[in-house]
């Protein structure tokens, strides 16, 4: 698989301009889900950079993944989408060693979070590529290739004027279409119930998928997604929290 070698030198600098995050002009979107801030990362983050990417880290070259090379086996591969920290996938890599996990992911700190977990808990099905999600999917997923992808609590741009920069769009549900394998799962969580509606429309307009949320609308939270310790100060706080469960026709 193609992996990313962090040379000698500085970490900030090594992360800052890793090659899977410089983009060449053509492949440029003027309108991304996402703002890269760069946060400070800590000496045991640092030392797992510096051991494990160049075993898990996907170097990604705007051209398709060989995705059982990449794990070494034929397994069915879950995709996370924007994974924060790395608590769900890292949960569901250690508690299901049957399947892969492909983690995407673009601020450094929380990849090192995942990174120094993968250490910890020894997981060997677990693949993290530093880029964007939705040029991934475009460009480097196999057409029926994943049996799942997870969008746990994206950024809801909440302020109308941001709506455009919400990752689930009609364009990012059709590349889902195209990568997930029929019967294959999306599943998504969010906190903020304006996006959740938003998502359950979109979703529902889309023919290649089914609800499987109760009466066609969310659905309860299955026990393999984590409730974060985020989630569970928000839960303290009243704020409700809404899964959409959808599968591939």
């Known amino acids: 698989m193609g992996r990313l070698t962090p040379p000698a030198g500085d970490i900030s600098f090594k992360l800052n301009t890793s090659p899977d995050m410089i983009k060449p002009e053509q492949h440029h979107r003027p309108i991304r889900s996402f703002v890269l801030r760069e946060g400070r990362l800590t000496q045991g ?14 170097d990604f070259r705007y051209r398709s993944l060989d995705l059982p090379a990449l794990f070494g086996n034929p397994n069915p591969i879950h995709l996370e989408i924007g994974f924060g920290n790395g ?14 996990y492909l983690g995407i992911e673009v601020h450094r700190p929380g990849v090192g979070r995942l990174l120094q977990a993968i250490d910890e808990r020894g997981l060997t099905n677990l693949r993290i ?9 475009a460009q480097g997923i196999e057409d029926a290739s994943l049996a799942a992808v997870y969008l746990f609590f994206p950024d809801p741009w909440h302020k109308r004027r941001h709506h455009k920069r919400r990752i689930l769009q009609t364009e990012f549900v059709a590349h889902l279409a195209r990568v997930l394998r029929p019967g294959g799962i999306f599943h998504a969580a ?10 359950l429309s979109t979703m529902t307009s889309a023919d290649e998928f089914d609800n499987c ?14 409730l974060t310790r985020f ?15 959808f599968q591939r026709t």
């Open 45 to 58: 983050q640092r030392r797992a950079f510096d051991r494990l990417w160049p075993q898990v880290g996907v």
């Open 129 to 137: 590529v530093r880029h964007d999600a939705v040029e991934v999917l």
């Open 190 to 199: 969010t906190d903020w119930e304006e996006y959740a509606e938003h998502m």
């Open 213 to 226: 949320g109760v009466s066609g609308r969310f659905a309860p939270r299955p026990a393999y997604r984590v």
């Open 231 to 245: 989630e569970k100060r928000g839960q303290n706080l009243g704020h409700g929290v809404w899964d959409l469960i």
């Open 87 to 100: 608590e769900s996938i890292a949960r569901m890599a250690e508690s299901t060693p049957e399947n892969n």
